[in-house]
């Protein structure tokens, strides 16, 4: 099975990051648009934010709420403890669109909690929770890309079974362990060197056996680690695969994984090819 882990980085984490940061880009970009939009349209009532807000407090008999004006852009809210709608620059005292419904829209949750709507108190209990998560998404996802990128071979070793990483000298390349390890036999059989779509450069591949496994090798961009993988879709190998007899034996591939990645280590080592 595939899991996108290619050239030192873990892609598995930006298909479930990346998609998520879009979505919030995505409706952040339309709010702002939205209101920058009615906010040159005047509201023909007359009405500022802070009158609009005012009036539907009065409709609803709500009497213990305060309507005070905050700085910044589309920073308004409803503070259900102190009991005070705060409305922005661009909202407070001014009678635009924009403006007349946003100051309605905080003045709802005002009316919401008033009459103790079921799901606004849901909300309450949650809001604690999304503004931290908040703060902390963009720390977190560059915590996250850094770990990602500069992950030692032995964290890579320890928790991707799928996966091995191993320093590479500056004089090794993948043509040169192919020609140490050419006839050195394993489950799934002996390594031929070739081409894979997502990968610059030779890789020696092993397999496939009789299920379509495959095992991996090529060296990082930078030149600095030696990847070993089992995750690939047979049809990005772009170079012949040698005919033969596939092997049906079982095959346990992270046992293998970690057999060919000592195997290789000791040869990197000692110079010296041992048996798998």
């Known amino acids: 099975m595939y899991h996108g882990y290619y050239y030192g980085f873990d892609t598995t984490y930006l298909l479930l990051v990346v998609p998520a940061l879009l979505i919030a880009l995505i409706a952040q970009i339309q709010v702002k648009s939205a209101f920058s939009r009615y906010a040159r349209v005047r509201c023909t009532s007359g009405l500022t934010g802070a009158q609009a807000a005012q009036r539907i407090l009065q409709a609803n008999g709500i009497t213990d709420v305060r309507i005070e004006h905050i700085t910044g852009k589309l920073t308004d809210h409803f503070d259900p403890q102190a009991k005070v709608i705060r409305l922005s620059d661009e909202v407070y005292g001014v009678a635009s669109i924009a403006a007349v419904g946003v100051a309605a829209h905080e003045a709802g949750h005002a009316v919401q909690y008033a009459t103790d709507y079921a799901p606004i108190r849901i909300r309450a209990a949650i809001i604690p929770a999304t ?13 996250g ?8 071979p032995q964290s890579v070793n320890r928790n991707c079974p799928d996966q ?63 990847h070993l993988s089992s995750n690939i ?13 596939k092997k049906d034996e079982q095959l346990d591939m992270p046992e293998l994984l970690a057999d060919l990645c000592d195997c290789i280590e000791d040869y990197l080592k000692t110079g010296n090819v041992r048996p798998l």
């Open 145 to 152: 890309l850094t770990l990602c990128i500069s992950a030692s």
């Open 233 to 245: 879709f047979p049809e990005w190998i772009t170079t012949p695969i040698p005919a033969g007899e």
């Open 131 to 143: 503004r931290i998560g908040s703060n902390l998404s963009w720390p977190l996802l560059i915590a």
């Open 164 to 226: 091995k990483q191993l320093a590479c000298p500056p004089d090794v390349t993948v043509a040169s362990l192919y020609a140490a390890f050419a006839e050195v036999d394993t489950p799934l059989g002996k390594p031929f060197l070739g081409r894979i779509k997502t990968i610059d450069g030779d890789v020696m591949i092993w397999g496939p056996n009789a299920l379509d496994e495959y095992v991996y090798l090529y060296r990082s961009r930078s030149g600095r680690y030696l």
